[in-house]
């Protein structure tokens, strides 16, 4: 689907925006001398921004999607069964959910080609099957280009999490997520250095440092699970459990390669596999919220 075409003012102003953000004078440079490939990534209409949290209690646009698979399989189902009744109704709901599409997002009115599903309703409703069987092959085509072009994009932005506004509390103080994280890494940093340098009275200090902020941010889990099962994945009895074995080896005589052991496994089984989950989908949408 050619945007452009329909609304070239909004999409080049967007398009334009986002070529600035990446030719920015400093990523210029940087852009020029790996000599890197450009993407410009166009960006969905923000009208859609009010029918997603946090604007809207519910997650709109997602559910009319999810709407309109069902009702489409049940054309289809029913169409096949020969079930005029139900085809009929399915038909009906169908055509009314995609009508909600342009009433969402006004931008994208002429790419959601209504006339297709209104002469699909009509080959329902007068059972011309062979010319029904043709609307549906158009109208899924038409779903695909959409999601081709905007699926992605549109998830990044509006259903990834967010954790700018979220705060760790370390006691009194209270931590961003991001400069909590720094800490974090200043944590694992001064560990991974006292090890290796023998320095292992500091290196057992701070390991048990480390298992006191990662109690901290455990207790920033709750603030989107509500069930204690994603936290006892990442932070429950089995990092403990490494924690303790780190220590552990980390008392005279010094078993380097069984503390190098246990504190992979804390890298890869905390660090890592909680960023494998919360922090790609978060980067990109802001990456692509950064003007
Ligand atoms: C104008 C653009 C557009 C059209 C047309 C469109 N979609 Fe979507 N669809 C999207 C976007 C954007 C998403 C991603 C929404 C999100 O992640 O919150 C999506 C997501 C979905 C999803 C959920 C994601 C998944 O893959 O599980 C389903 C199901 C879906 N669409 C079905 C349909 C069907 C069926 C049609 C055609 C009858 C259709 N869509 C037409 C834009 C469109
Ligand atoms: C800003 C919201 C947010 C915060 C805070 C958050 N998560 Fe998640 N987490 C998500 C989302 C979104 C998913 C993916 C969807 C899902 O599974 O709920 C997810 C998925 C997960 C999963 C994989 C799915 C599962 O249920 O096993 C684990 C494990 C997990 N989170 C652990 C944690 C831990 C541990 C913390 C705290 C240190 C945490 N999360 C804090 C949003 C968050
Ligand atoms: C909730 C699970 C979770 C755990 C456990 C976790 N992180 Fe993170 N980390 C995140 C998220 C989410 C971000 C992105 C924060 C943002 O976008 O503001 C992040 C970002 C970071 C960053 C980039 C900071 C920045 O400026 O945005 C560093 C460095 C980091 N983490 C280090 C670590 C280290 C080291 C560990 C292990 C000792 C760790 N993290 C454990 C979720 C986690």
């Known amino acids: 689907m050619t945007h452009s075409e329909t609304t070239p003012s909004f999409y080049g102003l967007f398009t334009v925006f986002l070529s600035l953000a990446l030719l920015l004078p400093s990523t210029q440079t940087i852009a020029e001398s790996w000599d890197?490939?450009?993407?410009?990534?166009?960006?969905?209409?923000?009208?859609?921004?009010?029918?997603?949290?946090?604007?809207?209690?519910?997650?709109?646009?997602?559910?009319?999607?999810?709407r309109l698979r069902q009702s489409l399989q049940a054309v289809e189902i029913?169409?096949?069964?020969?079930?005029?009744?139900?085809?009929?109704?399915w038909a009906t709901i169908l055509q009314e959910n995609y009508a909600k599409l342009p009433e969402m997002v006004?931008?994208?009115?002429?790419?959601t080609r209504q006339e297709t599903v209104k002469k699909l309703l009509a080959y329902a409703k007068n059972g011309d099957s062979k010319k029904l069987a043709k609307s549906i092959k158009q109208l899924n085509k038409i779903c695909e280009g959409c999601h081709q072009q905007w699926?992605?994009?549109?998830?990044?932005?509006?259903?990834?999490p967010d954790y700018s506004?979220?705060?760790?509390?370390?006691?009194?103080?209270?931590?961003?997520?991001?400069?909590?994280?720094?800490?974090?890494?200043?944590?694992?940093?001064?560990?991974?250095?006292?090890?290796?340098d023998?320095?292992?009275?500091?290196?057992?200090q701070t390991v048990t440092k480390l298992g006191k902020q990662l109690d901290h941010l455990s207790n920033?889990?709750?603030?989107?699970?509500?069930?204690?099962?994603?936290?006892?994945?990442?932070?429950?009895?089995?990092?403990?459990?490494?924690?303790n074995a780190l220590h552990s080896?980390?008392?005279?005589?010094?078993?380097?390669?069984?503390?190098?052991?246990?504190?992979?496994?804390?890298?890869?089984?905390?660090?890592?596999?909680?960023?494998?989950?919360?922090?790609?989908?978060?980067?990109?949408?802001?990456?692509?919220k950064a003007e």
């Open 36 to 66: 890197a490939p450009e993407a410009v990534i166009e960006l969905p209409p923000t009208s859609l921004a009010q029918w997603y949290k946090p604007e809207n209690k519910r997650q709109v646009f997602l559910h009319t999607m999810f």
């Open 78 to 89: 029913y169409s096949q069964k020969g079930d005029q009744q139900q085809l009929d109704k």
């Open 106 to 111: 006004p931008e994208w009115k002429d790419e």
């Open 151 to 160: 699926k992605a994009v549109v998830t990044a932005l509006y259903r990834s």
């Open 165 to 196: 506004k979220l705060s760790v509390n370390e006691g009194q103080e209270s931590h961003s997520y991001s400069d909590f994280m720094e800490d974090l890494a200043d944590t694992l940093g001064v560990l991974k250095i006292a090890r290796e």
């Open 198 to 204: 023998e320095e292992l009275e500091t290196a057992r």
């Open 220 to 243: 920033s889990c709750s603030d989107c699970h509500r069930d204690p099962q994603p936290r006892e994945r990442i932070l429950g009895s089995a990092t403990k459990d490494s924690l």
């Open 249 to 288: 080896a980390l008392n005279k005589p010094h078993d380097a390669k069984e503390s190098g052991r246990h504190l992979g496994t804390v890298g890869f089984t905390v660090c890592g596999r909680c960023h494998s989950i919360h922090r790609t989908l978060g980067d990109i949408r802001g990456a692509l």
